[in-house]
């Protein structure tokens, strides 16, 4: 197994803090282009899911699923 291999499945945890050894894995991104991109995009996408704010559905959202497969023509 590569190093990249196992450094890819932890560039999560790394990026939260949550590993042992951040100075192997800081030192493998240091000399690893392709990995330290792949942390990049971690760091993106936690950064906009942060952005992401109320996801709750509308009051009457149940309402309105029952309403269109009560009158779907496949529904008899």
């Given at each position: 197994?590569s190093?990249?291999?196992?450094i890819?499945?932890?560039?999560a945890?790394?990026?939260?803090?949550?590993?042992?050894?951040?100075?192997s894995?800081?030192?493998?991104?240091?000399?690893?282009?392709e990995?330290?991109r792949m942390l990049d995009?971690?760091?993106?996408i936690?950064?906009?899911?942060?952005?992401?704010t109320?996801?709750?559905?509308?009051s009457?959202?149940?309402?309105?699923?029952?309403?269109?497969?009560?009158?779907s023509p496949d529904?008899?």
């Open positions: 197994m190093e990249c291999e196992k890819r499945p932890r560039l945890a790394f990026l939260h803090g949550e590993v042992e050894d951040p100075e894995i800081q030192a493998h991104l240091d000399s690893c282009p990995c330290a995009a971690h760091r993106k936690t950064r906009l899911a942060g952005l992401v109320d996801l709750s559905p509308c009457d959202a149940w309402t309105k699923v029952e309403t269109r497969i009560s009158s529904s008899s």
